[in-house]
């Protein structure tokens, strides 16, 4: 069973930064992809960023050109930076990673934006 522990969470006041981990329990490289969803109270969960096993990386509408999703493979942890972060970035941030068997989820970790 793959684990995936995020860190990183925490309040920051608007325009501010925060930087989230997601660590694998295995090598990252077999997962086809990896990234990050995000759900705020009464919303959807919304994809916020993804990294393929080649590299590529794709964003959600809302955090292009803000966020930034990375990996370090000698660790097996992937990234996400969060900068200019936005009252409405307030959620609970979710990484995943999507192999042949199936998706695998972290438990969450609340970001909240707030003066």
């Known amino acids: 069973q793959v684990q995936l522990v995020e860190s990183g969470g925490g309040l920051v006041q608007p325009g501010g930064s925060l930087r989230l981990s997601c660590a694998a329990s295995e090598s990252i490289l077999r997962f086809l992809t990896m990234g990050w969803y995000r759900q705020a109270p009464g919303k959807q969960r919304e994809l916020v960023a993804s990294?393929?096993?080649?590299?590529?990386?794709d964003y959600g509408d809302s955090v292009k050109g803000r966020f930034t999703i990375s990996r370090d493979k000698a660790k097996n942890t992937v990234y996400l930076q969060m900068n200019s972060l936005q009252p409405g970035d307030t959620a609970v941030y979710y990484c995943y990673s999507a192999a042949v068997p199936g998706t695998y989820w972290g438990q969450g970790t609340q970001v909240t934006v707030s003066s």
């Open positions: 990294i393929a096993i080649g590299g590529s990386t």
